[in-house]
């Protein structure tokens, strides 16, 4: 059997526990998702489309809000840190 996310080159952490920098906010998500390329991100999108998930991209978490808090799926994109062009 082919697993969803056999396309990325790291496999999405379940559970994940994301804060923001003051530790106010916090939300333990489904999925978890670090893509390293476009096509991956690409394919993330599509199987959170397929799958009818919210899917919330993160970063360092220094917002003083809960905008970033979902306990669906959380995409971070720091090892896509590659210059393409």
Same mark, same amino acid.
């Given at each position: 059997?082919?697993?969803?996310?056999?396309?990325?080159?790291?496999?999405?952490?379940?559970?994940?526990?994301?804060?923001?920098?003051?530790?106010?906010? +916090?939300?333990?998500?489904?999925?978890?998702?670090?893509?390293?390329?476009? =096509?991956?991100?690409? !394919? @993330?999108?599509?199987?959170?489309?397929?799958?009818?998930?919210?899917?919330?991209?993160?970063?360092?978490?220094?917002?003083? +809000?809960?905008?970033?808090?979902?306990?669906?799926?959380?995409?971070?994109? =720091?090892?896509?840190? !590659? @210059?393409?062009?």
């Amino acid at each position: 059997m082919v697993m969803l996310f056999d396309f990325l080159s790291v496999a999405p952490r379940r559970g994940f526990v994301f804060k923001n920098w003051a530790g106010i906010y +916090s939300c333990r998500s489904q999925l978890y998702f670090q893509p390293t390329s476009v =096509d991956e991100i690409v !394919k @993330v999108v599509k199987a959170a489309r397929q799958e009818k998930k919210t899917l919330v991209t993160v970063g360092s978490g220094h917002s003083p +809000s809960d905008m970033c808090m979902t306990n669906e799926w959380l995409m971070n994109l =720091d090892r896509f840190n !590659k @210059v393409l062009e």
